[in-house]
């Protein structure tokens, strides 16, 4: 199996643009989840998708923050007018059922 | 609510020694139980589980942990460090086994192994 991969690796915004990721998960795996990772801390659950549907969201994820998994595979997370305090690691995982998570690289974003 | 205490967030160790990193959990439900590692930019990679199966979980790496019901603990052990488990280790929790709802992590503890 491929892993779980995420496009891009990095990327440098300004205040107030707007940015997408996007995350492929291992094939055939249903579940989806995307993290957040600031600086010294560990990552907080943002969302999860089963198959196409977005199943629970965190409060984390203000107005600004959307998820989309349209066709049940590759998801994207786009923010809105972004700020500094979005600075941070986004890490995407995926899983096949009740079974392991399985983390990609990340998205490394700073805000300027 | 569920959540997840890791004691130290440096631990330094020389090479060879004993590697203990501690982890304290608060859940009003069964818990399920994780350690992952993370290196310098890469995403997070599973080491061990704990899924009631049995309280001393053996992992990859030579790393084990031990499930401690009246402790509340899970805390991670290696009898003898190497220089590549210089790293930072999360523990998780989570309400399903293998974690297929979302994780729960600690802050992290950042490992250093000192030749």
């Known amino acids: 199996d491929t892993g779980v991969s995420q496009d891009p690796r990095h990327k440098i915004t300004k205040r107030g643009q707007n940015v997408t990721f996007r995350c492929d998960p291992i094939s055939e795996h249903n579940r989806l989840y995307w993290y957040r990772q600031t600086l010294g801390q560990g990552p907080e659950f943002l969302t999860y998708f089963q198959n196409e549907a977005q199943l629970e969201k965190s409060r984390l994820l203000s107005d600004r923050f959307s998820a989309e998994r349209p066709k049940g595979s590759f998801s994207t997370l786009e923010i809105q007018r972004t700020e500094q305090g979005d600075s941070a690691m986004y890490l995407c995982?995926?899983?096949?059922?009740?079974?392991?998570?399985?983390f990609g690289p990340g998205t490394r974003l700073l805000v300027l | 609510a569920q959540s997840v205490t890791q004691l130290g967030s440096h631990v330094s160790v020389s090479e060879g020694a004993l590697v203990l990193l501690r982890c304290n959990y608060s859940s009003s439900v069964p818990p399920y139980l994780f350690w992952y590692v993370q290196y310098p930019n890469q995403g997070l990679q599973l080491l061990l589980k704990?899924?009631?199966?049995?309280?001393l979980v053996k992992g990859i790496n030579g790393f084990e942990a031990e499930f401690k019901k009246s402790e509340t603990s899970f805390h991670l052990t290696k009898p003898s460090a190497h220089m590549s488990d210089a790293a930072e280790y999360f523990c998780?929790?989570?309400?399903?086994?293998?974690?297929?709802?979302?994780?729960?992590f600690g802050k992290g503890t950042k490992l250093t192994v000192n030749p």
């Open positions: 995982a995926s899983s096949r059922g009740e079974e392991t998570q399985y």
């Open positions: 704990y899924t009631s199966a049995a309280t």
């Open positions: 998780a929790v989570s309400n399903s086994r293998g974690g297929s709802e979302k994780l729960v």
